[in-house]
């Protein structure tokens, strides 16, 4: 792998963490309200 890759490579993957980063709580809570709602 060329050094060109893996400064794309890191781009990628800091990307990635960081959508992760707001993407995880945003599905956790939509999780909570379908559970809730179909609880009550």
């Known amino acids: 792998m060329s050094v060109h890759d ?3 490579a890191t781009a990628t993957y800091s990307g990635f963490m960081a959508t992760l980063k707001w993407a995880v709580p945003v599905i956790a809570v939509i999780t ?3 559970v809730a709602a179909i609880a009550s």
């Open 6 to 8: 893996m400064e794309k």
């Open 32 to 34: 909570f309200a379908v």
